[in-house]
């Protein structure tokens, strides 16, 4: 069955130091997987989004995404994370077919000073 | 960018009342979807509707859910009646086409409160 997993609930990092999230997906064929973040009383929004192609996404604030075939991963990266990245982060797999979303339950990210 | 809004933020009702929440999709958007957060949960897909029908539901749509977007208004849930299960954040998308680059936009939950 499809699904997709974000092995870490709860990320804390220092402003400026680099990030990773990480995601895993399960999923019959080529998904397409997408990155969203979650600001406090928002709705979701797309950070970026994985079409078959180019395995490196860029995305919106500095973030990119590897898809990675042999691994059945999506993982998240910024290189300098800022105070205003705190928030929820989101991946998710579309489905082919009714083009429903899979979501993973979330990573919270925290930053520091 | 475009935005799907959703009313109340917040609704909380005695069990086995009636409730319906409102989305307002974006303007030129076809495919609309409800999912269904749980606390502490993974957000999950309950129904997705074109052109006035159902296209698919899970097994969390229950039969005491219902969908409608009457005249292009809002894009609603009605859960009649309410068990305390329901109690979750419910979130609304819309899309303007299915696949492709399509992506879904979401809007912000309503928090639903079932006592």
């Not at chain 1, 429903?100 to 520091?112: D, E, P, Q």
């Not at chain 2, 609704?11 to 958007?29: F, K, W």
């Not at chain 2, 299960?85 to 309503?110: K, N």
Request: proline share 5%; aromatic share 16%.
């Amino acid at each position: 069955a499809q699904s997709v997993t974000q092995p870490d609930a709860r990320v804390t990092v220092s402003e400026g130091a680099s990030l990773q999230l990480r995601c895993k997906y399960s999923y019959f064929g080529t998904p397409y997987l997408f990155w969203y973040v979650q600001y406090p009383r928002q709705g979701l929004q797309l950070l970026l989004k994985y079409y078959p192609g180019d395995p490196v996404v860029q995305g919106v604030n500095g973030f990119e995404a590897e898809f990675s075939k042999s691994n059945s991963s999506f993982h998240l990266r910024k290189a300098s994370v800022h105070w205003s990245d705190w928030a929820v982060y989101f991946c998710a797999v579309r489905i082919t077919g009714n083009y429903k979303y899979v979501f993973g339950a979330g990573t919270r990210l925290k930053v520091i000073a | 960018g475009p935005k799907v809004l959703q009313i109340p933020s917040h609704q909380i009702i005695d069990m086995g009342q009636m409730v319906t929440l409102n989305c307002d999709p974006v303007s030129n958007h076809l495919y609309f979807y409800w999912y269904k957060q749980i606390l502490g949960q993974q957000m999950e897909f309950l129904v997705n509707f074109y052109n006035g029908k159902v296209m698919e539901k899970s097994k969390l749509f229950k039969d005491q859910f219902s969908v409608e977007r009457p005249d292009g208004s809002y894009f609603t849930l009605k859960i009649q009646p309410t068990a305390l299960e329901d109690s979750a954040v419910y979130f609304c998308a819309s899309s303007p086409r299915l696949g492709g680059h399509a992506e879904q936009f979401f809007g912000p939950g309503t928090r639903l409160t079932v006592l």
